[in-house]
T-cell receptor, first 113, second 113 residues
C-alpha cells in the first residue's frame, strides 16, 4: 500500500528559483491538503482541495500555488522561492470532511539558500 | 474558525510514569478532534480521534483521550510511559462543515530511563 507519496524527499533551491512538489494518493480520497511544518509552529495549512477541480486557501497561502490535476494528484508550486519558505512540506489526503482523519505522506524537506 | 492550543511545547516524564499532553479547542460547532504522533523524520500517524460517539476514546499504543465539552479540552493520556513513546504529538480539529484540518503547535515528549 503506497498511501500518500511525495516527491522529492529533499530539495535545495536558490532564492528566486521555482519548483513543484508532487503528491499522489492511491486511496481514492476526495480531499487533499498541503501543510508546512516549522519548529514551534506545528503544521500550518497552505492549501487544500475538497474535491477534484476545487482548491481553497489555508492559513499561509502566500507565495504558493496549487493544482488538483485529477483525483489522485495535488501539486504545490513555488514560483519564486524565498528563504522563508525553508520548511518541511507534508501532503495529506482524506475522505470527506467530518469524523475522518487525514493520511500523511513522508514529507519533503526544502531548503532555500 | 476552529483552532486548537497545545499547552507545553516540551514534556518530560520518566519511564513508567503517567503521560499527560494537553489540548484545548475552539470551535463554534461540535468539533471532530484528533491526536497524531510524529516520529523523527517521518510523517504523521493517527493515534486516535473523537467523533462524538463516546467521550473517552482509546487509541493505539495504549493512549487514550477524554473529550470534555465543559472545559473545551481533549487531553491525551497514557498510564505508563515507554521509551518508544518519545516523539512529537499534535492535536488537530475539524468542524463538521469545514473541510480543512487545523493543528496545534505540537508537544515534544521525552521519556527518561
Amino acid at each position: 500500500n503506497a498511501g500518500v507519496t511525495q516527491t522529492p524527499k529533499f530539495q535545495v533551491l536558490k532564492t528566486g528559483q521555482s519548483m513543484t512538489l508532487q503528491c499522489a494518493q492511491d486511496m481514492n480520497h476526495n480531499s487533499m491538503y498541503w501543510y508546512r511544518q516549522d519548529p514551534g509552529m506545528g503544521l500550518r495549512l497552505i492549501y487544500y482541495s475538497a474535491s477534484e477541480g476545487t482548491t481553497d486557501k489555508g492559513e499561509v497561502p502566500n507565495g504558493y500555488n496549487v493544482s488538483r490535476l485529477n483525483k489522485r494528484e495535488f501539486s504545490l508550486r513555488l514560483e519564486s522561492a524565498a528563504p522563508s519558505q525553508t520548511s518541511v512540506y507534508f501532503c495529506a489526503s482524506g475522505p470527506r470532511a467530518g469524523n475522518t482523519e487525514a493520511f500523511f505522506g513522508q514529507g519533503t524537506r526544502l531548503t532555500v539558500v | 474558525a476552529q483552532s486548537v492550543t497545545q499547552l507545553g511545547s516540551h514534556v518530560s516524564v520518566s519511564e513508567g510514569a503517567l503521560v499527560l499532553l494537553r489540548c484545548n479547542y475552539s470551535s463554534s460547532v461540535p468539533p471532530y478532534l484528533f491526536w497524531y504522533v510524529q516520529y523523527p523524520n517521518q510523517g504523521l500517524q493517527l493515534l486516535l480521534k473523537y467523533t462524538s460517539a463516546a467521550t473517552l476514546v482509546k487509541g493505539i499504543n495504549g493512549f487514550e483521550a477524554e473529550f470534555k465539552k465543559s472545559e473545551t479540552s481533549f487531553h491525551l493520556t497514557k498510564p505508563s510511559a515507554h521509551m518508544s513513546d518519545a516523539a512529537e504529538y499534535f492535536c488537530a480539529v475539524r468542524g463538521d462543515n469545514n473541510n480543512d484540518m487545523r493543528f496545534g503547535a505540537g508537544t515534544r515528549l521525552t521519556v527518561k530511563p
